[in-house]
């Protein structure tokens, strides 16, 4: 059995931690944090040098032609680093939709600037506070136009494109929109992470193309949205052992009642406790990257565990680090807000935990296999 | 990254396949065993089944030749684990003896002892039990008290087990005692292995919460035991006893009784207020919780065994075994029960029914969570050896033993 990463991949994981650590991903996503950028521009730069933004995009369209393995552990480091990029909504959404939807004239537009990191992509799906549906979608496409309106788009307000939902007559559609293009408006919404923008964006009969080949368009959705929640997956289980790690540092050097607090109990456990939820989450993460990288049948199965449970890991260890760190926790200047930012962001980005377990149960429920 | 054997253990498992569809019978569902039989019923078959894995050299993959076991690898210990859990075999009484006494004896045992006592462990002609813990040290293992003195070439050993594992039925033990009760802690305790049916030692079992009882209080009075059955130097009686708790912990195994499987069947043939309860969205929420630790510890220990088959030791990650699948034990126990509503709470211990299969889990899922190491040692150990976090500050240290205090008197 090797149910593990290969040496090479494991090289490649190593590497990106150590540039990422080189280039202070974590101090440029506070910059980002308290400043007015949406995103920082010379990391992105560095990314896209890097190889990162091209590596799943075929050797035809310009890219690496890796596989997910790659960008599986590439995804965990950024997510342990905070890096404050578009890098999640343009490589596993705007790019991933494209690879498995477009036409050929579409990926040749597309994917060798994606890769190159010349243009960034996005998807915009939600419209409201409750969950988007086949039913419920608002936004309409017609005659090659769009209208409509969708919030909470990540990195909206720096997307050259978006992958958009919208319904034609009763059919569900994925259309792909130039955002520099007439008819769409764009607004940065303040949100919990201002260290990963989000944006509202208006569409007023915006030309827009059709996306999904005359598929399904809400089969395609899901599809994608399952493909991305094992790469967002990876990125919170990243997430969540850094912040096990900054818990464990802290309680090793702060001395209370005359010793270290990591030698009481209470402390001790509750890193026990972060250290089960990470390394559930960790082994089903590593489901989710082998039924992803092979399309296995039971890719949506091993989706929804991993996104379910690495949301849960993140969610546990970025609260009990504050809790953990004490009052310092609750300080602007620890960066233990930053990964409680992060975990929520993520945990919302591509619909919430009760929705995912949901899915999970069904998938199980049509399986029939456990 | 996948799941495939190497050709080697492909053709290991394929070897082991072909010996187990021969002799013993597959089972039909996860839970199907041989639990109705009588202890004594049990005991005999696995007595003839540890003689037949023997005679065709099965028996104690891990130990050597020599004495009685097949020399295996760990990965292909793992892969026998694999298959012959899809079968119906007798099992539960040599855990303890080949999986803790025999290596311990093979550490410290003299040529001839080794020669006398491992070939019938690894035959199953003797059953062994373990006398660690004690009324005053459970978690607390080298708080115990038993006490021993030497005179001469013999050893005189007085005081009180406890949790003893199929002491009524074994013909040997290994036994940890003080024998200098001035030393500290940890310093003055010696080894021994003794005969059951010594003179003075006297076995009474302990009626369990869930009614059965398999563990038992033995008591020493005046036992005798020689100096030759001494393992490990006379106040060296804790490193040996690690020695023997490091294997505990791979002997230990998940906890038994409905799991994800289980549950998730009850929920989709189950009615809650008119409808399946699969379809109530409290019923999934629980259901995907408990599915995300059923596959997290799946797939853990293919990650364990992937670091065995590639010949590295796997981390302590594994002690997150237990800790996890006992509590998830006693969550989906309870909850099964909750799915039949009040009649949920009746017992008919005359059928084994599914009703029953929950109920046995609610009392055995409060038993896992302590025996082998309760949750709360699990995640020092986790936090200590795995994280690095540093020992709680002790009031036992620097004392001599019979300084330290016991009670609040």
């Given at each position: 059995?090797?149910?593990?990463?290969?040496?090479?991949?494991?090289?490649?994981?190593?590497?990106?931690?150590?540039?990422?650590?080189?280039?202070?991903?974590?101090?440029?996503?506070?910059?980002?944090?308290?400043?007015?950028?949406?995103?920082?521009?010379?990391?992105?730069?560095?990314?896209?040098?890097?190889?990162?933004?091209?590596?799943?995009?075929?050797?035809?369209?310009?890219?690496?032609?890796?596989?997910?393995?790659?960008?599986?552990?590439?995804?965990?480091?950024?997510?342990?680093?905070?890096?404050?990029?578009?890098?999640?909504?343009?490589?596993?959404?705007?790019?991933?939709?494209?690879?498995?939807?477009?036409?050929?004239?579409?990926?040749?537009?597309?994917?060798?600037?994606?890769?190159?990191?010349?243009?960034?992509?996005?998807?915009?799906?939600?419209?409201?506070?409750?969950?988007?549906?086949?039913?419920?979608?608002?936004?309409?496409?017609?005659?090659?136009?769009?209208?409509?309106?969708?919030?909470?788009?990540?990195?909206?307000?720096?997307?050259?494109?978006?992958?958009?939902?919208?319904?034609?007559?009763?059919?569900?559609?994925?259309?792909?929109?130039?955002?520099?293009?007439?008819?769409?408006?764009?607004?940065?919404?303040?949100?919990?992470?201002?260290?990963?923008?989000?944006?509202?964006?208006?569409?007023?009969?915006?030309?827009?193309?059709?996306?999904?080949?005359?598929?399904?368009?809400?089969?395609?959705?899901?599809?994608?949205?399952?493909?991305?929640?094992?790469?967002?997956?990876?990125?919170?289980?990243?997430?969540?052992?850094?912040?096990?790690?900054?818990?464990?540092?802290?309680?090793?050097?702060?001395?209370?009642?005359?010793?270290?607090?990591?030698?009481?109990?209470?402390?001790?456990?509750?890193?026990?406790?972060?250290?089960?939820?990470?390394?559930?989450?960790?082994?089903?993460?590593?489901?989710?990257?082998?039924?992803?990288?092979?399309?296995?049948?039971?890719?949506?199965?091993?989706?929804?565990?991993?996104?379910?449970?690495?949301?849960?890991?993140?969610?546990?260890?970025?609260?009990?680090?504050?809790?953990?760190?004490?009052?310092?926790?609750?300080?602007?200047?620890?960066?233990?807000?930053?990964?409680?930012?992060?975990?929520?962001?993520?945990?919302?980005?591509?619909?919430?935990?009760?929705?995912?377990k949901?899915?999970l149960i069904?998938?199980l429920?049509?399986?029939?296999?456990? | 990254?996948?799941?495939?054997?190497?050709?080697?253990?492909?053709?290991?498992?394929?070897?082991?396949?072909?010996?187990?569809?021969?002799?013993?019978?597959?089972?039909?569902?996860?839970?199907?065993?041989?639990?109705?039989?009588?202890?004594?019923?049990?005991?005999?078959?696995?007595?003839?089944?540890?003689?037949?894995?023997?005679?065709?050299?099965?028996?104690?993959?891990?130990?050597?030749?020599?004495?009685?076991?097949?020399?295996?690898?760990?990965?292909?210990?793992?892969?026998?684990?694999?298959?012959?859990?899809?079968?119906?075999?007798?099992?539960?009484?040599?855990?303890?003896?080949?999986?803790?006494?025999?290596?311990?004896?093979?550490?410290?045992?003299?040529?001839?002892?080794?020669?006398?006592?491992?070939?019938?462990?690894?035959?199953?002609?003797?059953?062994?039990?373990?006398?660690?813990?004690?009324?005053?040290?459970?978690?607390?293992?080298?708080?115990?008290?038993?006490?021993?003195?030497?005179?001469?070439?013999?050893?005189?050993?007085?005081?009180?087990?406890?949790?003893?594992?199929?002491?009524?039925?074994?013909?040997?033990?290994?036994?940890?005692?003080?024998?200098?009760?001035?030393?500290?802690?940890?310093?003055?305790?010696?080894?021994?292995?003794?005969?059951?049916?010594?003179?003075?030692?006297?076995?009474?079992?302990?009626?369990?919460?869930?009614?059965?009882?398999?563990?038992?209080?033995?008591?020493?009075?005046?036992?005798?035991?020689?100096?030759?059955?001494?393992?490990?130097?006379?106040?060296?009686?804790?490193?040996?006893?690690?020695?023997?708790?490091?294997?505990?912990?791979?002997?230990?195994?998940?906890?038994?009784?409905?799991?994800f499987?289980?549950i998730f069947?009850?929920a989709?043939?189950?009615?809650?207020?008119?409808?399946?309860?699969i379809?109530?969205?409290?019923v999934r929420d629980k259901l995907a919780d408990w599915y995300?630790?059923?596959?997290?510890?799946?797939?853990?220990?293919?990650?364990?065994?992937?670091?065995?088959?590639?010949?590295?030791?796997?981390?302590?990650?594994?002690?997150?075994?237990?800790?996890?699948?006992?509590?998830?034990?006693?969550?989906?126990?309870?909850?099964?029960?909750?799915?039949?509503?009040?009649?949920?709470?009746?017992?008919?211990?005359?059928?084994?029914?599914?009703?029953?299969?929950?109920?046995?889990?609610?009392?055995?899922?409060?038993?896992?969570?302590?025996?082998?190491?309760?949750?709360?040692?699990?995640?020092?150990?986790?936090?200590?050896?795995?994280?690095?976090?540093?020992?709680?500050?002790?009031?036992?240290?620097?004392?001599?033993?019979?300084?330290?205090?016991?009670?609040?008197?």
């Open positions: 059995m090797n149910f593990e990463f290969s040496s090479d991949q494991m090289l490649l994981k190593d590497q990106a931690r150590k540039f990422l650590e080189g280039e202070e991903s974590l101090k440029k996503a506070r910059a980002i944090l308290e400043g007015e950028l949406s995103f920082d521009e010379s990391l992105w730069k560095s990314v896209v040098e890097m190889g990162w933004t091209a590596t799943t995009i075929p050797e035809e369209f310009n890219g690496l032609g890796l596989g997910y393995l790659e960008l599986c552990v590439i995804a965990e480091e950024l997510g342990r680093s905070l890096a404050p990029t578009p890098f999640s909504s343009s490589v596993y959404l705007a790019t991933e939709s494209i690879l498995a939807n477009a036409s050929n004239e579409q990926k040749q537009k597309y994917l060798p600037k994606l890769a190159s990191g010349e243009i960034v992509g996005t998807l915009a799906h939600t419209e409201t506070n409750t969950a988007p549906t086949s039913n419920n979608l608002q936004c309409s496409f017609s005659n090659g136009q769009l209208k409509g309106k969708k919030i909470a788009v990540p990195d909206g307000d720096i997307a050259n494109f978006a992958v958009v939902t919208a319904k034609e007559g009763e059919k569900v559609r994925l259309c792909i929109v130039d955002l520099e293009t007439k008819g769409v408006e764009i607004k940065t919404q303040n949100s919990l992470d201002p260290s990963r923008s989000h944006a509202s964006i208006n569409f007023n009969n915006a030309e827009a193309e059709i996306l999904d080949n005359d598929k399904d368009g809400w089969i395609a959705l899901e599809t994608l949205l399952e493909r991305a929640a094992v790469l967002f997956a990876f990125e919170q289980l990243g997430g969540a052992e850094a912040c096990m790690n900054m818990a464990k540092e802290y309680a090793m050097g702060r001395f209370a009642f005359g010793r270290p607090i990591a030698s009481f109990q209470a402390i001790k456990h509750k890193l026990a406790d972060m250290f089960i939820a990470v390394e559930l989450a960790r082994s089903n993460c590593y489901f989710g990257a082998w039924a992803l990288s092979t399309n296995a049948p039971e890719l949506s199965t091993a989706a929804a565990t991993a996104r379910v449970s690495a949301s849960e890991a993140f969610n546990e260890c970025s609260k009990e680090n504050i809790q953990t760190h004490g009052g310092m926790g609750f300080t602007w200047e620890f960066d233990c807000h930053l990964y409680y930012r992060r975990c929520r962001q993520l945990a919302a980005n591509i619909g919430s935990q009760t929705i995912w949901d899915k069904s998938s429920e049509r399986s029939n296999k456990i | 990254m996948d799941f495939k054997d190497t050709s080697e253990e492909a053709t290991f498992r394929k070897e082991v396949d072909k010996w187990l569809s021969d002799n013993a019978e597959l089972k039909e569902g996860p839970n199907d065993s041989l639990s109705s039989l009588t202890e004594e019923e049990a005991l005999l078959r696995a007595k003839e089944w540890a003689a037949k894995l023997y005679d065709d050299g099965w028996a104690c993959l891990h130990w050597p030749k020599e004495y009685g076991g097949r020399g295996s690898t760990p990965i292909e210990r793992v892969i026998w684990g694999q298959e012959v859990s899809k079968y119906k075999v007798p099992g539960g009484f040599f855990e303890i003896g080949q999986g803790m006494a025999g290596p311990v004896l093979m550490m410290y045992a003299t040529e001839e002892q080794k020669k006398r006592f491992l070939p019938p462990l690894a035959k199953g002609e003797e059953v062994w039990c373990q006398l660690f813990s004690e009324p005053g040290a459970g978690s607390d293992l080298a708080g115990l008290k038993t006490k021993s003195v030497l005179e001469g070439d013999t050893w005189t050993i007085n005081g009180q087990k406890i949790w003893t594992s199929g002491a009524h039925y074994s013909d040997f033990g290994i036994l940890v005692t003080r024998s200098d009760p001035d030393a500290h802690k940890h310093k003055g305790l010696t080894y021994f292995f003794l005969d059951m049916k010594s003179p003075g030692v006297e076995v009474r079992p302990i009626k369990q919460i869930s009614g059965g009882a398999n563990f038992n209080e033995v008591y020493f009075t005046d036992v005798k035991i020689p100096d030759d059955q001494r393992l490990g130097a006379v106040g060296d009686g804790w490193k040996v006893a690690l020695t023997t708790l490091m294997n505990e912990r791979l002997a230990v195994g998940d906890a038994s009784g409905p799991d499987e289980e069947n009850l989709c043939k189950q009615d809650l207020n008119g409808d399946l309860a379809k109530n969205g409290s995300c630790q059923y596959s997290g510890l799946k797939y853990t220990k293919y990650r364990n065994i992937s670091a065995l088959s590639r010949g590295e030791t796997p981390g302590p990650e594994a002690s997150i075994t237990k800790v996890v699948s006992g509590n998830k034990l006693q969550e989906i126990a309870n909850f099964g029960m909750d799915l039949m509503d009040s009649a949920g709470v009746i017992r008919d211990e005359t059928t084994d029914n599914e009703q029953s299969m929950y109920q046995y889990g609610f009392f055995g899922a409060a038993g896992i969570r302590i025996a082998g190491g309760t949750d709360e040692i699990l995640k020092n150990i986790i936090s200590e050896q795995v994280l690095g976090l540093p020992q709680d500050m002790r009031a036992d240290k620097g004392i001599p033993f019979n300084k330290i205090p016991t009670s609040n008197k």
